[in-house]
Nanobody, 123 residues
Framework: QVQLVESGGGLVQAGGSLRLSCAAS????????MGWFRQAPGKEREFVAA???????HYADSVKGRFTISRDNAKNTVYVQMNSLKPEDTAVYYC?????????????????WGQGTQVTVSS
């Protein structure tokens, strides 16, 4: 079992930055594939970024070049650094995890989810 707790959300002006954190419980964090998804009001939850146990990263086209995902296995934590934020990045951001992920952008591939953290970008 893995429990995930996100933090770091908030209100920021367009062009600003935020860093989200996701702290995971469990002793096998380093073997989990970790992902970030987001859900805006009235929209489907969508893929943002993911990182494999070995550090290989994947990004949605909408955030490529602006967001950076990373992990610290010693701290059981995954991060997403979000720069050059836009109003369309406003959403609840969710951390997700699973041991075996073959389609990184598919929600159903992830069996563990956090409660989400709100990010609001004002124009």
């Amino acid at each position: 079992q893995v429990q995930l707790v996100e933090s770091g959300g908030g209100l920021v002006q367009a062009g600003g930055s935020l860093r989200l954190s996701c702290a995971a419980s469990g002793r096998t964090f380093s073997s989990y594939f970790m992902g970030w998804f987001r859900q805006a009001p009235g929209k489907e939850r969508e893929f943002v970024a993911a990182i494999s146990w070995s550090g290989v990263t994947h990004y949605a086209d909408s955030v490529k070049g602006r967001f950076t995902i990373s992990r610290d296995n010693a701290k059981n934590t995954v991060y997403v650094q979000m720069n050059s934020l836009k109003p369309e990045d406003t959403a609840v951001y969710y951390c997700a995890a699973d041991r075996y992920v073959t389609a990184v952008a598919t929600r159903s591939q992830y069996g563990y989810w956090g409660q989400g953290t709100q990010v609001t970008v004002s124009s």
